[in-house]
């Protein structure tokens, strides 16, 4: 807490005149009128807080249906505002008004809701203590797509904040949240992929659960976004999730022009979407490198793989070797000549980080699969251990 470095001095109890000289302070000057007039103004936002708590609670429909807006109307107004609603006479009433029959009632809550939570993880954690959950997986079943919608907007929010995610995911909400990726509008589809994501780092891993089901629609998504953008990177992150499943490695190479998505994700993406998209594509040529090889071959990964082992993440430059390795075609004996790929590694460098740049980058890249090579190598050699 920042203090004053200069306090102002005491006020002196004895009211005979001061014995200094000088004309004496007018009475009507406040000696600190910054401070009375926050204190008028956080009196006056006490007593508006505790209107606006006896008109949710105690008033009837439309007059709950309003002050539910003007609390909508006030959280939005900043930091302060969203923290003074953020008590249990204006967050109880609000939820007990979701399971409402009345569409207004239930629209105005969310909103409310949502406005009191946004960018305040306390507020965040309060809210699911009061039990919004429940009424929130009611909505999200809503055959309205405005409430589904928005119910799915304030599970997103919620679902940001560490302490709700296992919570929210154990509640049921995951399977309707694939089925608003399935079928939502745009804005709909975003905010689940986003939901999904959040829920997908809780720390008991056996709280979250992704339907196959899912793979489809988010790689038609991948497809269609910007691959260096913050959804590409959550996108390819559940992903990831339903690659390590028979079902989903089955879905995602299926699906017409989705390999190419994760070739290109590894090539322009950011370095986590990077990450992500090579793992998928090291869970399928794991998985069977039979069935998987040929059909991420032929689309051209192998350039940006190299690329990987150099200026990916730790993780990432694993992968990218590892999957390299297994895209390794082992019928043929003679090994590429060292110029070719020496040719290879600076048109891709080139390519990436120009002209001017390129020779220090292509040296890395070969540097790096010469020191592969020679772990690989070393560990063919080793004996294996009896079990």
């Given at each position: 807490?920042?203090?004053?470095?200069?306090?102002?001095?005491?006020?002196?109890?004895?009211?005979?005149?001061?014995?200094?000289?000088?004309?004496?302070?007018?009475?009507?000057?406040?000696?600190?009128?910054?401070?009375?007039?926050?204190?008028?103004?956080?009196?006056?936002?006490?007593?508006?807080?505790?209107?606006?708590?006896?008109?949710?609670?105690?008033?009837?429909?439309?007059?709950?249906?309003?002050?539910?807006?003007?609390?909508?109307?006030?959280?939005?107004?900043?930091?302060?505002?969203?923290?003074?609603?953020?008590?249990?006479?204006?967050?109880?009433?609000?939820?007990?008004?979701?399971?409402?029959?009345?569409?207004?009632?239930?629209?105005?809550?969310?909103?409310?809701?949502?406005?009191?939570?946004?960018?305040?993880?306390?507020?965040?954690?309060?809210?699911?203590?009061?039990?919004?959950?429940?009424?929130?997986?009611?909505?999200?079943?809503?055959?309205?797509?405005?409430?589904?919608?928005?119910?799915?907007?304030?599970?997103?929010?919620?679902?940001?904040?560490?302490?709700?995610?296992?919570?929210?995911?154990?509640?049921?909400?995951?399977?309707?949240?694939?089925?608003?990726?399935?079928?939502?509008?745009?804005?709909?589809?975003?905010?689940?992929?986003?939901?999904?994501?959040?829920?997908?780092?809780?720390?008991?891993?056996?709280?979250?659960?992704?339907?196959?089901?899912?793979?489809?629609?988010?790689?038609?998504?991948?497809?269609?976004?910007?691959?260096?953008?913050?959804?590409?990177?959550?996108?390819?992150g559940l992903l990831e999730i339903l690659s390590r499943t028979e079902e989903g490695r089955n879905?995602?190479?299926?699906?017409?022009?989705?390999?190419?998505?994760?070739?290109?994700?590894?090539?322009?993406?950011?370095?986590?979407?990077?990450?992500?998209?090579?793992?998928?594509?090291?869970?399928?040529?794991?998985?069977?490198?039979?069935?998987?090889?040929?059909?991420?071959?032929?689309?051209?990964?192998?350039?940006?793989?190299?690329?990987?082992?150099?200026?990916?993440?730790?993780?990432?430059?694993?992968?990218?070797?590892?999957?390299?390795?297994?895209?390794?075609?082992?019928?043929?004996?003679?090994?590429?000549?060292?110029?070719?790929?020496?040719?290879?590694?600076?048109?891709?460098?080139?390519?990436?980080?120009?002209?001017?740049?390129?020779?220090?980058?292509?040296?890395?890249?070969?540097?790096?699969?010469?020191?592969?090579?020679?772990?690989?190598?070393?560990?063919?050699?080793?004996?294996?251990?009896?079990?």
């Amino acid at each position: 807490m920042c203090q004053n470095p200069k306090p102002s001095p005491a006020p002196n109890p004895d009211p005979s005149p001061s014995p200094s000289p000088g004309p004496s302070p007018s009475p009507s000057r406040n000696p600190n009128p910054g401070g009375e007039e926050r204190w008028r103004g956080d009196l006056k936002k006490q007593a508006l807080v505790q209107d606006l708590a006896r008109r949710l609670s105690g008033g009837d429909m439309s007059t709950r249906v309003q002050a539910a807006r003007e609390v909508r109307k006030l959280a939005r107004a900043s930091a302060k505002s969203r923290s003074a609603f953020a008590v249990a006479p204006v967050v109880q009433p609000l939820i007990a008004m979701l399971p409402s029959p009345d569409h207004d009632a239930r629209e105005a809550a969310l909103l409310a809701i949502l406005n009191i939570a946004v960018r305040n993880e306390g507020n965040k954690d309060k809210i699911v203590k009061s039990g919004a959950v429940p009424h929130l997986v009611e909505l999200l079943k809503s055959g309205k797509n405005s409430l589904r919608e928005l119910a799915t907007a304030a599970v997103l929010t919620l679902s940001a904040s560490t302490p709700n995610k296992p919570t929210i995911a154990t509640s049921g909400a995951v399977p309707l949240l694939v089925e608003i990726l399935i079928s939502g509008s745009i804005q709909g589809r975003v905010d689940a992929v986003t939901a999904l994501y959040n829920l997908s780092s809780c720390e008991d891993s056996s709280n979250f659960i992704l339907p196959s089901e899912a793979a489809k629609p988010l790689l038609a998504l991948l497809k269609d976004c910007k691959r260096y953008s913050k959804f590409a990177e959550k996108a390819t992150g559940l992903l990831e999730i339903l690659s390590r499943t028979e079902e989903g490695r089955n879905l995602i190479s299926e699906f017409d022009g989705g390999i190419l998505s994760l070739v290109e994700t590894i090539e322009e993406g950011s370095l986590l979407s990077a990450e992500y998209a090579v793992g998928v594509l090291l869970s399928l040529c794991s998985s069977c490198r039979e069935k998987y090889r040929e059909l991420i071959l032929k689309e051209g990964p192998i350039p940006g793989l190299m690329l990987l082992t150099a200026e990916g993440t730790k993780k990432a430059r694993e992968r990218a070797h590892n999957i390299l390795d297994l895209l390794r075609d082992d019928s043929k004996k003679k090994k590429v000549a060292s110029k070719d790929l020496e040719i290879l590694a600076f048109d891709i460098a080139t390519r990436v980080d120009g002209p001017v740049k390129a020779a220090a980058t292509a040296k890395r890249i070969m540097e790096d699969m010469v020191r592969r090579d020679r772990e690989l190598t070393i560990t063919k050699l080793q004996p294996k251990r009896c079990r």
